[in-house]
């Protein structure tokens, strides 16, 4: 008997009473999900006495079997290949008609992409669903050897065209699956009804069950064949079919058993599913306006968060996490995570980019020195690496060698030497046995991550970690000494692509057992949710025409000309493939089904425009759903990007703002030290762009650690030293220039103060760059020094500054170079390695002069030579204004830039500044300034929490 339902909540008063009424009872469910969702329907809880067997498809052989070794009867054993498995078995086969045929390749040049395995596996499952003879189909596909009984040898002609080659891989798939006692999936149907045919003990025994089918829509010929097996027998079948409201335009199990079985609804009434659409910009604003809906939705009292749940792309995946943690909306997700998306498979295709670029320093660096890895170094240490930067295999193991690392060294070793076997060519057993040893016994993983792990929160991680161990020593322990085998393609050598695709079906196909449920918590479904899911309030994301029906393309090997061929066969009556218009039809009515998942209301929510910016259209397959009375709009609610939010509602307060933003304003989060009583001139530019982010490096010393390779500070050393011992030859050796005392100079002065600049190659272009930016810097001095004439130089280096006092703080400081000019007065010079754009504005240089002026020394200019652009930049006094000017050199007037305010006055400014400056380090408070581009570049900007401040005191500082 067929009964046919709206909704699954239809099903609790059937399905008990059936439960109740028979004693041997099988229920058939499409899915894993869906056992434990029929235990809740039946209300069975813990280790009931009458728990009822409840099967999926691929559980029938292994459930049939177990009865007959109850009987006594030993039952042929077959090990039902998982989708690996599956890929590894048809890779095998393809591989080795490659081999015997020389023209495949060109004749099917698909044939060598990488999807290829996967695109026939797909449809090998399709034809043997269908229960196609090998020997029908290459019939039906005009094979050329013209014999009803076709060994559809690598002699056959027809193989070089696609439909021919999928007929002779199906052949020889076939065979290969009996000859080493192994099933395919879609074949388990096919299996039992075998068994059922060939043991009377078993067809006599099931003649007192009831076999009870839940939530199928229609059935392949296997499964119908084996129904039909069952009938025969005696077996009493129910099979309770969702109703999609498509009529007899859709082929389902309605017409599949129109002459046998007779059909009941169970709906007393034709109920329509409630509709509130939701139209928005694009899938962010889509999210959160779902998510907005949601709040007012549980603040209504309509619902609760365990009433809902929500059905999202696969490609929404983060973004759905991301804005429901925002919105501090509990969810859990249905299924397990996949071992793909676990920290393990996201370290080993880190270690694999490592091992393809050739473990390149920085990254390795980075890499192995992370927390994650636990490698504290010495600073000793990091000093060699940074001056060394190892790079290449080669380069790492003599260098940790060198230095005694022996757990870093073993790790590298071992990781490259996993890589190395997997390139030379690795059999599936092998690849998983080295996988498991270097991620459990070498690198250590879980032990790594249970160092790391101090809260509970992240005891999830520690879990995926040892699960996924678990999962590779699992499935190398199964490889290795599960009966039956795998046969010779367990054998197989293969390549390296081919060894990392197979790891990928792998992770792509196993789950880890799905999380605890969070308490009031929605619930999320990818892609996908059970037939029997029951809530609410059900959400349908991204219900657009990119979703539903999305792109469906004739499958290469077997499109829809084929299948045409096939069907007309008359030694293949019963079969069919489903076309391209009915694999739209599966998808329409699947997308029904979903519509009535929602028991009091169903919401759907798309987005006019994609991540492109291209237009996207509502599903159509809603039209045809609200023309049939399957539902009806009750609502919509619209928000284009234009629009900030919906019509007439409001920010939710602690999601959207802060929680006490409407009533008060938020206070910046000050600094607070203990009063400071000295100050250093050198940091007057750090404390004006933002007290906070000086008390950050100055006062409490907070830097991020060094980056490896090129040091800046050193440099600015470097360029201090060579300056000095340049002007000293040069004041010394009237006939020199300054080029050629740099020339001079140069190698002595980066062997003593930066000597990896010559030793390490890495550097080299380093060493060249700022050697040609020295040589440059010493043309403008020595233009400047011969616009000097004749007035009479002395020079000092390194200069302590006169104390500035203000209040009860002093302020100190150290002038790199002042030039004492008889009869004039002296000029201020500091050397800087960056660009002169970094000094429009800075104070430096004026506070320097202030400090003399105070003490009435004369400085007529203040001045900043860059060598990042070879500029000289500064302020000069009002009345040495033309004096200055007359020092440009002529060859290089565009690098020589006397900025138009006046020394005078922008000492004043830098002494208003130290004012201020004095009041903070006396209080020891420093509040954080928040100017946009000082914030932009800010490595200190969690700290200070900007993003928290209301946008009215922001603007005030900006």
Known sequence: MIHTYRFATELEEPLKEIHHEHKDLIFIVPSKEDKNLLLEILSIEGLAHDFPAIWRWGDLYGGLADILRRLGIRPPIKRQLDPPDHWLVVRHLVQNTLKTSKDLTDAIPAIRQPGFIETIGKQLHELIGEDVPQEDLAMALSCKNHKRI??????????????????????????????????????????SKNLLLEFEQLRRHLKNYAFVLVGFMSFMKSQHELLRVLDEIGVAIDIYKPDPAMGQSFYDVEQQFAESATICKISKQDKSANLHLIACGDSRQELETLARNIWFAV??????????????????????????????????????????????????????????????????????????????????????????????????????????????????????????????????????????????????????????????????????????LEAIERKALFLKESLPSLGSAQRDLLSESEAWEFLYRFAEETRLLPPKKQLNSITLYIDNSPVLATHSLYTIVNATTEKWPGKIIEPPLLNDEARMMIHENTGLAGVHLPLRHERRQQLEALFRRHLCTGMDATWITYSTIDAQGKPRKLSSFLEGALKDGLCEVTGKTERPLSKLMPKGERYLRESEVPQDKLSRRRRKPVVKVKPKFKGYLSDIDAWAQCPALYAYKSILNLYQPKEAGFDPQRCGILFHQLWQKAWSKRLTYKDSSLEACIEEVWEQTVKSVYPSLLSNKKLFRHNERLYAQAKRLALIQEGIKSNLGNFSISQYWEVELPTMHVDAVSFVGRADRIDCLNEKGQILWDYKTGGSHNYESSLQLAAYASAFMKNDIEIIGALYLCHGNSMCIGHVSKEYKDFIKALVPEDFPENFKIKREKLEDIAKRAEEALTKWAEDLMSGSFEPHYDPKTCQECQYKTFCRKSEIGGEERQDNE
């Open 299 to 468: 603040e209504k009292g309509c619902f609760s968060f365990s009433d809902m749940a929500i059905e999202i792309p696969a490609s929404y995946r983060k973004i759905t996490e991301e804005v429901l943690d925002v919105y501090r909306i509990p969810w859990t997700f249905n299924s397990g995570t996949l071992l793909s998306e676990t920290l393990c498979w996201d370290l080993l295709m880190r270690l694999k980019k490592l091992k393809d670029e050739n473990w390149p320093f920085s990254f390795v660096f980075r890499f192995f020195f992370s927390p994650f890895l636990g490698f504290n170094l010495s600073d000793e240490l990091l000093e060699l690496l940074n001056e060394e930067m190892p790079s290449g295999i080669k380069e790492w193991r003599d260098f940790l060698r060198r230095n005694d690392m022996k757990d870093l060294l073993n790790i590298i070793e071992a990781c490259d030497s996993f890589f190395n076997d997997i390139k030379e060519g690795i059999n599936a057993e092998k690849l998983f046995e080295k996988l498991f040893e270097l991620l459990s016994d070498i690198i250590k993983v879980q032990e790594k991550v249970q160092d790391l792990i101090t809260d509970p929160k992240y005891d999830e991680t520690l879990f995926e970690t040892a699960k996924f």
């Open 150 to 191: 076709c060994t559809c040898d690598d002699k056959c002609p027809n193989s070089i065209n696609p439909t021919g080659f999928l007929c002779n891989i199906y052949g020889k798939y076939f065979s290969y699956l009996d000859e080493n006692d192994l099933a395919d999936s879609a074949q388990i149907p096919l299996l």
